[in-house]
């Protein structure tokens, strides 16, 4: 199975700063099949990004995803106070589907 | 606009088989490459893909509880159906369905969950 690395953790952030949160795969992702996820607490996951930098619908240019083979970025150009949450990545190229562990973004 | 929602106990004894059951609006699973997939997230933990269920019959399911899932159509033409048979503590957690986006396993549209307790 695809093991899905995120790193920071955490992250302790301003309103306004920029931020690049990264997901490291342990193996190629087929047709770079990676997606990156928005959860807040007691909410269910929201789509941010699909196919590594296709934006979902509705979803804000500030969010930037790039990236390709193992290694993916999802990049948040000005913090907005509704940003701060748990960012998940999630490779679907290769059954099983699997998740990152996932990083936090905390207000400093 | 495309709506899920889990239902099903929220408490379960161990060894027992949860059924929770997923029913959905705004798109029909007579659609060629539509599916519902089913995810997990224990409390505080990270979220963990646990089964697909596919408009064209197929089925995907994580390996590591593919013996004890079953996934199906339900009474209704937007039902999905998900069991894990014997349950324990560590199956505790928010139980999700979602939407898969026509050929992509991209999960697009999520329920708002089920979470379900394991205690005797």
């Known amino acids: 199975e695809v093991v899905l690395t995120q790193s920071p953790g955490t992250l302790s952030l301003s309103p306004g700063d920029r931020v690049t949160l990264s997901c490291r795969a342990s193996q190629r992702i087929i047709s770079n099949y990676l997606a990156w996820f928005q959860q807040k607490p007691g909410q269910s996951p929201t789509l941010l990004i699909y196919g590594a930098s296709t934006r979902a619908i509705d979803i804000s240019h500030r969010f930037i995803g790039s990236g390709s083979g193992t290694d993916f970025t999802l990049t948040i150009s000005r913090l907005e106070p509704e940003d701060f949450a748990v960012y998940y990545c999630?490779?679907?190229?290769?059954?099983?589907?699997?998740f990152g562990q996932g990083t936090r973004l905390d207000i400093k | 606009q495309i709506t899920l929602e889990e239902s099903g106990p929220s408490l379960v004894k161990p060894t027992q088989t949860l059924t929770l059951t997923c029913a959905f609006s705004g798109f029909s699973l007579t659609t060629t490459g539509v599916g519902v997939a089913w995810i997990r997230q224990p409390p505080g933990k990270a979220l963990e893909w646990l089964a697909l269920f596919s408009s064209d019959g197929s089925r995907h399911f994580n390996p590591s509880l593919e013996t004890r899932i079953t996934v199906s159509e339900g009474s209704s033409s937007n039902q999905v159906v998900f069991s894990l048979t014997h349950m324990d503590s560590e199956d505790s957690a928010t139980y999700y369905c979602?939407?898969?986006?026509?050929?992509?396993?991209?999960?697009?549209?999520w329920g708002r969950g089920a979470t379900v307790t394991v205690s005797s």
């Open positions: 999630q490779q679907y190229g290769t059954f099983p589907i699997t």
């Open positions: 979602a939407h898969r986006i026509p050929f992509l396993f991209v999960l697009d549209v």
